[in-house]
T-cell receptor, first 115, second 112 residues
Framework: GEEVAQTPKHLVRGEGQKAKLYCAPI?????VFWYQQVLKNEFKFLIS????????ETGMPKERFSAKCLPNSPCSLEIQATKLEDSAVYFC?????????????FGPGTRLLVL | GENVEQHPSTLSVQEGDSAVIKCTYS??????FPWYKQELGKRPQLIID?????GEKKDQRIAVTLNKTAKHFSLHITETQPEDSAVYFC???????????FGTGTSLTVIP
């Protein structure tokens, strides 16, 4: 597709429940990035992929967060046992290449609310 | 790691005036600097970017300047319009491009 797609738009979970978010990158883009945007507007980098391989996972809270990008499937970000502080908008972005040529295009985001 | 600081956090200007948003970065290896505009409840949209081999880039009413020596870059919006009201984010990326390092955002309000 011509735009990054994310589903669902909104997700409400009780504390301790699982949440799973999906991202379809722009066709032909090899890189996928996940960011968490909380109330203060700051973007926190979580993880990036080059095709199905993890490229950088330095931002991932590994004990509860996991992510995958499998061939011919949307990428996914999963949060096991959600906490109140996980409430945020999760953005996915994709790019054709990395580094100086790697303009990132963002999806519409998934707004996660943990009650 | 890279640290990007952005100022001001809020900015109000009269319609028709200019707006300037400044960012500094810490990693001299960073070489790509995009600017994103995010309207309320919407996705960030790339509005302009600059690579480290140039000092200035313009696109109609929007311009970005880069000072590599001082490690700062700025967004300039001239003849502001109410539809320019949004949150603007700067970012920096290293050559390996594992991630973008974002500034904390500037909420711009253009007063009609």
């Amino acid at each position: 597709g011509e735009e990054v797609a994310q589903t669902p738009k909104h997700l409400v979970r009780g504390e301790g429940q699982k949440a799973k978010l999906y991202c379809a990158p722009i066709k032909g883009h090899s890189y996928v990035f996940w960011y968490q945007q909380v109330l203060k507007n700051e973007f926190k980098f979580l993880i990036s992929f080059q095709n199905e391989n993890v490229f950088d996972e330095t931002g991932m809270p590994k004990e509860r967060f996991s992510a995958k990008c499998l061939p011919n499937s949307p990428c996914s970000l999963e949060i096991q046992a959600t906490k109140l502080e996980d409430s945020a908008v999760y953005f996915c972005a994709s790019s054709q290449s990395s580094g100086v040529r790697g303009t990132q295009y963002f999806g519409p985001g998934t707004r996660l609310l943990v009650l | 790691g890279e640290n990007v600081e952005q100022h001001p956090s809020t900015l109000s200007v009269q319609e028709g005036d200019s707006a300037v948003i400044k960012c500094t970065y810490s990693d001299s290896a960073s070489n790509y600097f995009p600017w994103y505009k995010q309207e309320l409840g919407k996705r960030p949209q790339l509005i302009i970017d600059i690579r480290s081999n140039v000092g200035e880039k313009k696109d109609q009413r929007i311009a970005v300047t880069l000072n590599k020596t001082a490690k700062h870059f700025s967004l300039h919006i001239t003849e502001t319009q109410p539809e320019d009201s949004a949150v603007y984010f700067c970012a920096a990326s290293r050559p390996t491009g594992n991630q973008f390092y974002f500034g904390t955002g500037t909420s711009l309000t253009v007063i009609p």
